[in-house]
């Protein structure tokens, strides 16, 4: 097997001799290759050239003129370029022990996985080498979030910011990817499916130089998190948009045949909430259906909640206007927006939640095969 380690730096001049020797002595049972991805200010590429000659194996070297997307953009062109499938990401400072690999490449080899990701959080994993308390404290925290808002992508993974991980470049789409900042792997976690197995590592203290880790790579995390998370919040939006107009356009056609208002705006409203829904499950939700529960389960559920927020946010903006005095554009515009949110939230959490595991014994039930075929014939691409 042939594996190539994809090595991201920026200005690790000192640690590249280092880095090389520790690969290279523990590589047995399976061929590997170094790729650099440089984007540094200092000799760091000069190093690396110097190091290649006498390297007992193959190092190339990626100098990126224009380094976009920073620590993500150039593991993911290490990915594009890289002589073979497998791929093991790592960082150039040592603080991955270039000697878990061998167990990397010996967990992917049982051949169930895509990804294996070496975890601080597991077993007798530890995330000794962050620096400080504070450290430690952010990454907790922004684990802890993360997973709460991938909660399906996320659900085998204990450590989305780990930096070290083999990926079977094969299962992912490297076209889909928007690599910004430092966390690549939550990036390729959250835009595919992909099953994952972990081992635990210790994360170690760095070898020479100083972390890049700052700030402002803080802040670029959070605007990938909600990027990737409100994505899809923005189709849902957009369909929840087109439905509003389909709502109106509705009720002026049935007006204008002669139907009363109430008629019209009901047929109107449970119209537009049908066909939300349809559109929700084909654009918003395709990747989280397979996990929840049936077809008619999450069409109860979102037919349910839809109805009784018509009928709630009705009397609730009267209310706002009579208490608070304020006019019915923005009570109206203010109960929109919550219910905007609160739909999406229902949806996400709600209706598309994972379902538990039954036993494995249940035989799937007439009905459940129904539904089921329901769902597969009602979901076929291209019909909506
Ligand atoms: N090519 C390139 N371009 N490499 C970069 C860039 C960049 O803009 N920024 C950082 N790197 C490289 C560093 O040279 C190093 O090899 C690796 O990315 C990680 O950077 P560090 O400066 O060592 O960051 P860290 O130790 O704080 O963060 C690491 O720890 C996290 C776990 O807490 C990163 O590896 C994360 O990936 C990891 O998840
Ligand atoms: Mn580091």
Redesign the pocket.
């Known amino acids: 097997m042939q594996v190539t380690v994809i090595?991201?730096?920026?200005?690790?001049a000192p640690?590249v001799a280092e880095l090389v020797r520790r690969i290279a002595a523990g590589a047995h049972g399976f061929d590997i290759d170094i790729l650099f991805?440089?984007?540094?200010t200092d000799d760091t590429a000069d190093v690396i050239r110097t190091v290649a000659r006498t390297s007992p194996v193959p190092v190339r070297l990626i100098r990126?003129d224009e380094?976009t997307?920073?620590?993500g953009?150039?593991?993911a062109a290490g990915l594009e370029a890289a002589a073979s499938d497998v791929c093991v990401v790592?960082?150039?400072?040592l603080?991955?022990p270039p000697e878990d690999i061998a167990r990397l490449v010996a967990r992917f080899r049982r051949g169930d996985v895509d990804m294996v990701v070496a975890s601080?959080y597991i077993a007798d994993g530890a995330?000794a080498?962050?620096?400080d308390r504070s450290?430690v404290l952010v990454?907790r925290g922004s684990t802890a979030v993360t997973k709460a808002m991938f909660p399906v992508r996320l659900k085998n993974v204990s450590d989305p910011?780990?930096?070290?991980f083999l990926v079977d470049r094969r299962a992912i789409d490297l076209e889909q990817l928007r690599p910004r900042g430092?966390?690549?792997?939550l990036e390729i976690l959250a835009r595919r499916p992909l099953r994952v197995a972990e081992i635990p590592f210790s994360?170690a203290h760095?070898f020479a130089?100083?972390?890049?880790?700052s700030f402002s790579?803080g802040l670029s995390f959070l605007a990938q998190l909600a990027a990737l998370r409100f994505g899809k919040m923005s189709m849902f939006a957009v369909i929840g948009a087109a439905g509003a107009v389909a709502n109106l356009a509705i009720v002026w056609v049935l007006s204008h045949a002669g139907m009363t208002d109430l008629a019209a705006m009901i047929i109107a409203a449970e119209t537009t909430i049908l066909a939300n829904f349809l559109l929700q499950e084909r654009y918003v939700f395709q990747d989280m259906r397979d996990q929840a529960s049936g077809f008619l389960s999450r069409f109860l559920k979102s037919f349910l909640f839809n109805n009784a927020e018509l009928l709630i946010r009705i009397p609730l903006t009267a209310l706002m206007i009579s208490t608070w005095h304020i006019s019915v554009v923005i009570a109206t515009g203010i109960t929109l927006v919550a219910a905007f949110v609160v739909r999406f939230l229902f949806h996400s959490l709600v209706v598309y939640a994972p379902r538990r595991r039954k036993a494995e014994s249940s035989v799937p039930s007439r009905a459940r095969h129904f539904v089921e075929e329901l769902d597969r014939q009602a979901l076929r691409p291209g019909e909506l």
């Open positions: 090595v991201p730096t920026f200005n690790e640690n991805v440089d984007d540094s990126r380094p997307g920073g620590l953009g150039a593991v790592m960082d150039g400072d603080q991955h601080r995330s080498g962050l620096a450290r990454s910011m780990t930096g070290f430092f966390k690549i792997l994360f760095r130089g100083d972390s890049k880790a790579q």
